[in-house]
């Protein structure tokens, strides 16, 4: 499976923005979809996933209520609109996928390139 993650961008606090992830390969429906993000000088840390089915989500206290998590299995794409963003959301954002839920990163077998989210306050 490679992942390939777009959508970032500059925005100002207060406002939205939509990541993709596109995925190639079989099965994309039988993956657990997640997101993590780094900033600067910090390590990478869970956003959000979402099950095969698209029925079950996870969620950071960090972002629960702002952001949502959605999938298209029929595109093998994964989504994650961020809402009211705040300046602590500035980061490089990641797809993963893996058979498993897991909040470490580091446990998902596929993960992609990041792409760069920055908001301004």
């Known amino acids: 499976v490679q992942l390939q993650a777009s959508g970032g961008g500059l925005v100002q606090a207060g406002g939205s923005l939509r990541l993709s992830c596109a995925a190639s390969?079989?099965?994309?429906?039988?993956?657990?979809m997640g997101w993590f993000r780094q900033a600067p000088g910090e390590e990478q840390e869970f956003v959000a996933a979402?099950?095969?089915?698209?029925?079950?989500?996870w969620y950071a206290d960090s972002v629960k209520g702002r952001f949502t998590i959605s999938r298209d299995n029929a595109k093998n794409t994964v989504f994650l609109q961020m809402n009211s963003l705040k300046s602590e959301d500035t980061a490089a954002y990641y797809c993963a996928a893996d058979r498993f839920f897991s909040r470490l990163s580091t446990t998902y077998d596929y993960r992609g390139q990041g792409t760069q989210v920055t908001v301004s306050s």
């Open positions: 979402i099950s095969g089915s698209g029925s079950t989500t």
């Open positions: 390969g079989r099965s994309f429906s039988s993956y657990i």
